[in-house]
């Protein structure tokens, strides 16, 4: 009797092995998992371009794309109209000629005025006029104002065009029920 409880005893301790093996190697797989997941946070997560994008490259602002004002805040007459006649040529467009409405005084060359919305027209103007300042007033839409200060002599050099060098991805349209 003795012999079958031996056998009874061996066979349950068999078995307690093998249920710990597994529960081990279960946690440890659920170990594994849980590392992979929290580890795809850390990587990077740019979005890598799929089957569908095309590349379209981007055009640069050019001075046909700016609405431009052309304000006079010194006491020189005709300064504004002579220097939107010079905007005018080098394909800005001009909108409104006159002495500044808020009736500054500039000693710098110019200032150029600009919302959120117009930062880059106001940076292609003040290539054209390397020495003037830049004065984000918050005004709605992209329209620009360059307001001619006491220091102003002329425009700068005419800014060689920067070739596009950023792309957008897209993808292309399809059309239902074709």
Aim: glycine residues 6%; hydrophobic residues 35%; contains cysteine.
């Amino acid at each position: 009797m003795s012999q079958v409880v031996d056998e009874d005893d061996r066979t349950y301790r068999v078995r307690r092995q093998r249920r710990s093996t597994i529960v081990i190697v279960v946690v440890l797989l659920s170990l594994a998992g849980a590392f992979y997941y929290a580890s795809t946070y850390f990587r990077d997560t740019t979005p890598t371009p799929g089957p569908c994008t095309t590349e379209v490259p981007v055009a640069p602002l050019t001075p046909e794309d700016v609405s431009l004002n052309v304000y006079n805040s010194t006491s020189r007459k005709g300064l504004a109209a002579s220097v939107a006649k010079t905007a005018t040529d080098r394909g800005f467009k001009v909108k409104a000629i006159g002495n500044d409405p808020k009736n500054a005084t500039i000693k710098q060359v110019a200032q150029v005025r600009f919302g959120p919305e117009g930062a880059d027209s106001a940076k292609l103007v003040k290539s054209h006029v390397p020495q003037a300042v830049l004065v984000n007033d918050k005004r709605k839409g992209d329209t620009v104002d360059l307001v001619v200060g006491n220091a102003w002599k002329s425009f700068g050099k005419v800014p060689v065009v920067p070739t596009p060098t950023q792309t957008l991805r897209q993808c292309p349209t399809t059309t239902v029920g074709s």
